[in-house]
């Protein structure tokens, strides 16, 4: 009977490591690459663009955001300051989500809705090359964890274009450690069983 109980807690507990694994979302706060001038509002489009001028992001500006398991969100609207050879803008991104699962480049899709001094706009970014070039793909360094995305899409109604480039720590999911623990657990109980 000891036993039987022994090892029901330890599946219960199992199955509660694994809800809470799924569920969670871990919080990061990301760099923005101005690297290489990956990281800038461009005109774009059919002759009719909005933006005069290539506008960079300003110097030592980050964005939070939430990952979980694949995919990025923004945590909450945010403001970018840009500048341009002879003007400045204000980026705001109202809402971001990013779907890393895709196995060949890291990079599925996602969409960015944004309000370029006021203006509003929005795009989808896909899985896409351009000569040799990938333009929207992911990279990990699993050694220090480090996330690398680096994205591309153009709203052509408004004739813009965005070159987003950022790279954040993303510490482990707790509800990855208490699996672990669990499994763990599972595993000195059932020793001391035999």
Sequence with gaps: MKRTRTAISMVMFLIAACFANSAQAVPITATIDLADNYSLVHPWGNGSETVNEYMWFDEGQTIDLDYNY???TLDGQQSFSLTGNSSTATLDIVALIFDLNDESDG???GMMAFALNGAPGAFFFTNTNYGNSVFNSS??????HMLNVYAWGGDAFNGIGID???SAEVPEPTGLALMVAGLLGFGVARRKLQ
């Design 70 to 72: 694949g995919i990025i």
């Design 107 to 109: 990079f599925a899709g």
């Design 139 to 144: 990279t990990w360094n699993w050694q220090d």
């Design 164 to 166: 987003f480039s950022f």
